[in-house]
T-cell receptor
Framework: AQRVTQPEKLLSVFKGAPVELKCNYS??????LFWYVQYSRQRLQLLLR??SRESIKGFTADLNKGETSFHLKKPFAQEEDSAMYYC??????????FGTGTRLTVIP | GAGVSQSPRYKVAKRGQDVALRCDPI?????LFWYQQALGQGPEFLTY????????KSGLPSDRFFAERPEGSVSTLKIQRTQQEDSAVYLC???????????????FGPGTRLTVL
């Protein structure tokens, strides 16, 4: 069965510091992985997907199949990065399996 | 253009009442999804439509939950005889993807917060 684990419910970093939000997954097939973000009073929105290999708002995430991880990283955190972040896995079906989320707070 | 919209945004029901939650997807989007998000949890899949066909309802927690999309556009999630454990935010998402094509971005609505007293 598929599973997504985000071990940190809360994460606080100072502005300008590096940030890493952890995500591990369990899936026997070839996964497609995503990071979704929810800013305060806004709806859930896609941040990035591993298949695109792009950097969005300075964030990157590399799929590590050996460690079954898809950690989200940014070298210099900004105050506007404060939000709820969800890692999600899409299998052969179309629906997404989400982790429990990490609330990131960037301290000015 | 307009994104996914949901109504009502908030719903309070007494235990045992029936509720109906509406989702208006992005125009032209083929796929529509319903998710349930309990407090402190990530969204959990409920059901998936491709046009008017309900292709996957494996996530519906009980037979009290029913979803439809009769004309392949607007969808309604109905919960009969609501229970306190049904209290959650119900999210709707749509995407342009068809089955078998590469996955496409799911666009989420603002959600309906259901509170069952």
């Amino acid at each position: 069965a598929q599973r997504v684990t985000q071990p940190e419910k809360l994460l606080s970093v100072f502005k300008g510091a590096p940030v890493e939000l952890k995500c591990n997954y369990s899936y026997s097939g070839s996964p497609e992985l995503f990071w979704y973000v929810q800013y305060s009073r806004q709806r859930l929105q896609l941040l990035l997907r591993h298949i695109s290999r792009e950097s969005i708002k300075g964030f990157t995430a590399d799929l590590n199949k050996g460690e079954t991880s898809f950690h989200l990283k940014k070298p210099f955190a900004q105050e506007e990065d404060s939000a709820m972040y969800y890692c999600a896995l899409q299998t052969g079906a179309n629906n997404l399996f989400f982790g429990t989320g990490t609330r990131l707070t960037v301290i000015p | 253009g307009a994104g996914v919209s949901q109504s009502p945004r908030y719903k309070v029901a007494k235990r045992g009442q029936d509720v109906a939650l509406r989702c208006d997807p992005i125009s032209g989007h083929v796929s529509l999804f319903w998710y349930q998000q309990a407090l402190g949890q990530g969204p959990e899949f409920l059901t998936y439509f491709q046009n008017e066909a309900q292709l996957d309802k494996s996530g519906l927690p009980s037979d009290r939950f029913f979803a439809e999309r009769p004309e392949g556009s607007v969808s309604t999630l109905k919960i009969q005889r609501t229970q306190q454990e049904d209290s959650a935010v119900y999210l709707c998402a749509s995407s342009a993807a068809r089955g078998g094509r590469p996955t496409d971005t799911q666009y989420f609505g603002p959600g309906t917060r259901l509170t069952v007293l």
